[in-house]
């Protein structure tokens, strides 16, 4: 069966600029988390769905940072203003329920130029 | 709060060499305890796991076993191969925190022919 799948693959944008990054979970996984994983570090958590609803989002570092997954499936993870900073790969995980195990998407690779 | 430490790398062995990467956490609650592997260019997986005190994950050879009172979780392979060569990431979650998992910065090893 699929996997997780997140798009883009790579995203090269400008400092300021507003990204989209995008994460399919695996069907029927209703639990979804996203987390950054900065160069020779492990990943660091942002924020937990279940279902349509933020559990958790302790890990979102400021106000720029916001997900969505509206209809319980798809989600996004979107960046205003981007700043050098925030480049990193962004990792997708989706897990059948809370505390299951977690399976992870390839991620998306974000440059802030 | 929830930290995981891991042996620095790079680790570099020969092949049949014995693998020992340390793992040890701090957990403000009953943590499960994970190692991820990231083989080169894939996303990571999930290795093994071990979700109470005494309890011994293993899967491909690899093995760890929770240890609740140093508060460790090593990972060992009596003889490694090529083909293991990735960064292994150690990891804990908390049922309470529904799963979100803290992981540690990665070990990269390198086994040669």
């Known amino acids: 069966g699929a996997g997780v799948s997140q798009t883009p693959s790579n995203k090269v944008t400008e400092k300021g600029k507003y990204v989209e990054l995008r994460c399919d979970p695996i069907?029927?996984?209703?639990?979804l988390y996203w987390y950054r994983q900065s160069l020779g570090q492990g990943p660091e958590f942002l924020i937990y769905f279940q279902g349509t609803g933020a559990a958790d989002d302790s890990g979102l570092p400021n106000d720029r940072f916001f997900a969505v997954r509206p209809e319980g499936s798809v989600s996004t993870l979107k960046i205003q203003r981007t700043e050098r900073g925030d480049s990193a790969v962004y990792l997708c995980?989706?897990?059948?329920?809370?505390?299951?195990?977690?399976?992870f998407g390839p991620g998306t690779r974000l440059t802030v130029l | 709060g929830d930290s995981v430490t891991q042996m620095e790398g790079p680790v570099t062995l020969s092949e049949e060499a014995f693998l020992t990467i340390n793992c040890t956490y701090t957990a403000t609650g009953y943590p499960s305890l994970f190692w991820y592997v990231q083989y080169p260019g894939e996303g990571l997986q999930l290795l093994l796991k071990?979700?109470?005190?005494?309890d011994k994950g293993s899967n491909k050879g690899f093995e760890a076993t929770y240890r609740k009172e140093t508060t460790s979780f090593h990972l060992e392979k009596g003889s490694v191969q090529v083909s293991d060569s990735a960064v292994y990431f150690c990891?804990?979650?908390?049922?309470?925190?529904?799963?979100?998992?803290?992981f540690g910065d990665g070990t990269t090893l390198t086994v040669k022919p």
């Open positions: 069907s029927g996984h209703t639990a």
């Open positions: 995980a989706s897990s059948l329920a809370g505390y299951d195990t977690q399976y």
């Open positions: 071990a979700t109470k005190a005494d």
């Open positions: 990891a804990l979650s908390i049922y309470t925190n529904a799963g979100k998992s803290t």
